[in-house]
């Protein structure tokens, strides 16, 4: 379950391997580990999996259901993206 939600999510960013590890300090075997199902994260980088993949625990670990985003296609998700991002500065931004 980890694995195929933290794979969505990273490609739903259109992010690679290399760039989550990069966001995460961590190396980039270790992300294909994750998505392999080789190896678990531990508490704290889960956390910081989900700050970092704008997501939450809850859904990495498969205690929610799937994103509706995650049958769009990746042209598609990232416009979202990109906007939710606008909205979030729009909005929350403290100016």
């Known amino acids: 379950m980890l694995e ?9 960013r259109g992010w690679t391997q290399s760039q989550l590890a990069a966001k995460l300090n ?19 980088t889960l956390k910081r999996l989900a700050l970092v993949l704008e997501t939450s625990v809850d859904y990495l670990v498969g205690e929610k259901p ?13 416009c979202l993206e990109e906007f939710r991002s606008f909205l979030r500065h729009k909005y929350l931004s403290k100016d």
Do not use: C, Q
């Open 4 to 12: 195929d939600r933290l794979r969505k999510a990273r490609e739903a």
């Open 26 to 44: 961590v190396s980039d075997a270790t992300i294909s580990r994750y998505e392999k199902g080789l190896r678990y994260p531990d508490i704290e």
């Open 66 to 78: 799937d994103d509706p985003d995650e049958k769009l296609p990746p042209e598609a998700r990232r």
